[in-house]
Nanobody, 116 residues
Framework: VQVVESGGGSVQAGGSLRLSCTCI????????VGWYRQAPGKQREMVAH?????????TKYADFVKGRFTISVDDAKNSVLQMNSLKPEDTAVYYC?????????WGQGTLVTVSS
């Protein structure tokens, strides 16, 4: 499975960005999709995650994005991360991750820069 992100860019604090993740290949094996981010000098951290998609989906959000970010996934396992009320501390490279029962697949990342 190949994972490709798009939609990063620069925005002022308070603005919005929409990140997209396209999964190519054996998408029928994918059981969960998540978004992660890594800021300079920091470890990669989970931002939003959705699993059990065949049962309606169970979502999980990091506390620092609750109420601001929304994850969605369509039947083709393509994902969107809608980011609102962005803050300078949201600046990071954002990665999409797709999970199967035995593997996980990462995209190349897309840079989000939020200026104050």
């Amino acid at each position: 499975v190949q994972v490709v992100e798009s939609g990063g860019g620069s925005v002022q604090a308070g603005g919005s960005l929409r990140l997209s993740c396209t999964c190519i290949g054996s998408i029928f094996t994918i059981t969960a999709v998540g978004w992660y981010r890594q800021a300079p000098g920091k470890q990669r951290e989970m931002v939003a995650h959705i699993s059990n998609m065949s049962l309606g989906g169970s979502t999980k959000y990091a506390d620092f994005v609750k109420g601001r970010f929304t994850i969605s996934v369509d039947d083709a396992k393509n994902s969107v991360l809608q980011m609102n009320s962005l803050k300078p501390e949201d600046t990071a490279v954002y990665y999409c991750n797709a999970e199967s029962a035995v593997n996980e697949y990462w995209g190349q990342g897309t840079l989000v820069t939020v200026s104050s």
